[in-house]
C-alpha cells in the first residue's frame, strides 16, 4: 500500500487536563476510540476504522504517536526509513511518561484522557455507550477504559503491555489492580464482555497474559487465538497484527471471522442496544398516548 491522504476522515483535536492531541473521526453513530498499534495510524488501521463506520459507528481515532495515514511497509519508504519510523514512534513511547510499558499493576496516564475523550464522544454521538478498540502497545487500554461505565464494548487486540520480559509480566496486563476490579464488578454486575486477539506464537502476547484474563474475568472474557499459519504471508513482520498487518480479508479466513466477531461486539453492544432501547421508549410512549 501507499500512504493514506486521509481522504473520508474528518480532522478534529480534543483537549482534556491541558493535553491536546489530533483526532481522525469517520461515520454516524455510536462511537467506537479505535487506537493505533505501533508505528501509528497506517492505513490498514484506517482500513479498519472505516469497516467500523460502514457497521454504523463513529470511528475515533487519537492521534497517540506516528504520522497518521503514514505507510509502515518498506515497499512504501524504503526498508532503512520504515525501521527508523518505527523506531522512533517507539521510542516515543517508551521515554513518555503517558505510557507503562514495563510496570505490572498499573495503568497507563493516558487512559485517564482516554476516558475523557470516549464521555465526550458519547455526548456528542449518542447511542447506549461508546466501544475501544486498542491494538498491540495499546491493547490493554481498551480494558483499562473499562472501568467506566459508558464503555460497552472493549476489543483488545494483541495486547503487549507489559513487554513479556518476565513471567510475571507475561502473566499480567497493563492495568491498576483498582480499575480490574472495577472491570470484573461490571462484567460481574452489568454482563460485560471483554474480547482479546492473538496470534498463538506471539511472544508480545504470551498465552499466560490471556489466561490470567480468563481467570480475572471468567466467561465474560473470550479469547479469539489464532494459528500463526492464518496469519498474510506478505506482512513484513511475524504474525502479531490480527485486524491490520496479518488480516487476510477474503470468506473463510481465520483472520476475517476475528474481525466479523470484533465487528458483531461493536454491533450486538452499540448498535443492537439502542435498537432495543429506542423500541423500549417507543412502547412507553404508546402506552400513555
Same mark, same amino acid.
Given at each position: 500500500?501507499?500512504?493514506?491522504?486521509? &481522504?473520508?476522515?474528518?480532522?478534529? &483535536?480534543?483537549?482534556?487536563?491541558?493535553?491536546?492531541?489530533?483526532?481522525?473521526?469517520?461515520?454516524?453513530?455510536?462511537?467506537?476510540?479505535?487506537?493505533?498499534?505501533?508505528?501509528?495510524?497506517? #492505513?490498514?488501521?484506517?482500513?479498519?476504522? *472505516?469497516?467500523? %463506520?460502514?457497521?454504523?459507528?463513529?470511528?475515533?481515532? #487519537?492521534?497517540?504517536?506516528?504520522?497518521?495515514?503514514?505507510?509502515?511497509?518498506?515497499?512504501?519508504?524504503?526498508?532503512?526509513?520504515? %525501521? @527508523?519510523?518505527?523506531?522512533?514512534?517507539?521510542?516515543?513511547?517508551?521515554?513518555?511518561?503517558?505510557?507503562?510499558?514495563?510496570?505490572?499493576?498499573?495503568?497507563?496516564?493516558?487512559?485517564?484522557?482516554?476516558?475523557?475523550?470516549?464521555?465526550?464522544?458519547?455526548?456528542?454521538?449518542?447511542? #447506549?455507550?461508546?466501544? *475501544?478498540?486498542?491494538?498491540?502497545? &495499546?491493547?490493554?487500554?481498551?480494558?483499562?477504559? +473499562?472501568?467506566?461505565?459508558?464503555?460497552? +464494548?472493549?476489543?483488545? /487486540?494483541?495486547?503487549?503491555?507489559?513487554?513479556? @520480559?518476565?513471567?510475571?509480566? /507475561?502473566? *499480567?496486563?497493563?492495568? /491498576?489492580?483498582?480499575?480490574?476490579?472495577?472491570?470484573?464488578?461490571?462484567?460481574?454486575?452489568?454482563?460485560?464482555?471483554?474480547?482479546?486477539?492473538?496470534?498463538?506464537?506471539?511472544?508480545?502476547?504470551?498465552?499466560?497474559?490471556?489466561?490470567?484474563?480468563?481467570?480475572?474475568?471468567? %466467561?465474560?472474557? &473470550?479469547?479469539?487465538?489464532?494459528?500463526?499459519?492464518?496469519?498474510?504471508?506478505? *506482512?513484513? =513482520?511475524?504474525?502479531?497484527?490480527?485486524?491490520?498487518?496479518?488480516?487476510?480479508?477474503?470468506?473463510?479466513?481465520?483472520?476475517?471471522?476475528? @474481525?466479523?466477531?470484533?465487528?458483531? =461486539? @461493536?454491533?450486538?453492544?452499540? =448498535?443492537?442496544?439502542?435498537?432495543?432501547?429506542?423500541?423500549?421508549?417507543?412502547?412507553?410512549?404508546?402506552?400513555? +398516548?
Amino acid at each position: 500500500m501507499a500512504d493514506h491522504d486521509l &481522504t473520508g476522515f474528518d480532522r478534529g &483535536t480534543f483537549t482534556h487536563d491541558g493535553t491536546t492531541r489530533r483526532l481522525l473521526r469517520r461515520g454516524s453513530g455510536p462511537a467506537v476510540i479505535v487506537m493505533a498499534e505501533i508505528p501509528g495510524i497506517t #492505513p490498514k488501521v484506517l482500513e479498519f476504522a *472505516a469497516r467500523v %463506520a460502514e457497521l454504523g459507528c463513529t470511528a475515533v481515532l #487519537p492521534v497517540l504517536f506516528g504520522t497518521p495515514g503514514r505507510d509502515a511497509h518498506p515497499a512504501a519508504h524504503g526498508r532503512l526509513n520504515s %525501521a @527508523l519510523y518505527t523506531v522512533a514512534s517507539m521510542w516515543k513511547v517508551c521515554v513518555s511518561r503517558e505510557f507503562t510499558v514495563l510496570a505490572t499493576g498499573r495503568t497507563s496516564p493516558v487512559v485517564t484522557w482516554l476516558r475523557a475523550l470516549a464521555a465526550d464522544e458519547h455526548e456528542r454521538c449518542g447511542g #447506549p455507550g461508546v466501544g *475501544a478498540v486498542g491494538m498491540c502497545l &495499546t491493547g490493554g487500554f481498551a480494558l483499562a477504559m +473499562a472501568a467506566d461505565d459508558r464503555l460497552l +464494548a472493549p476489543v483488545l /487486540s494483541q495486547p503487549s503491555l507489559p513487554l513479556a @520480559l518476565t513471567r510475571r509480566r /507475561s502473566a *499480567a496486563i497493563d492495568i /491498576s489492580a483498582e480499575d480490574l476490579a472495577a472491570v470484573r464488578g461490571r462484567c460481574e454486575r452489568e454482563g460485560l464482555q471483554v474480547m482479546g486477539l492473538r496470534f498463538r506464537g506471539d511472544r508480545l502476547v504470551p498465552g499466560d497474559r490471556f489466561a490470567f484474563l480468563r481467570r480475572t474475568l471468567g %466467561a465474560a472474557f &473470550t479469547a479469539v487465538e489464532l494459528d500463526d499459519s492464518a496469519a498474510h504471508p506478505d *506482512a513484513v =513482520l511475524p504474525p502479531h497484527s490480527v485486524l491490520t498487518e496479518h488480516l487476510i480479508d477474503a470468506p473463510g479466513q481465520p483472520t476475517r471471522a476475528a @474481525l466479523d466477531e470484533v465487528l458483531d =461486539l @461493536l454491533r450486538a453492544r452499540l =448498535l443492537d442496544r439502542q435498537d432495543d432501547t429506542a423500541a423500549a421508549e417507543e412502547g412507553r410512549n404508546g402506552k400513555g +398516548a
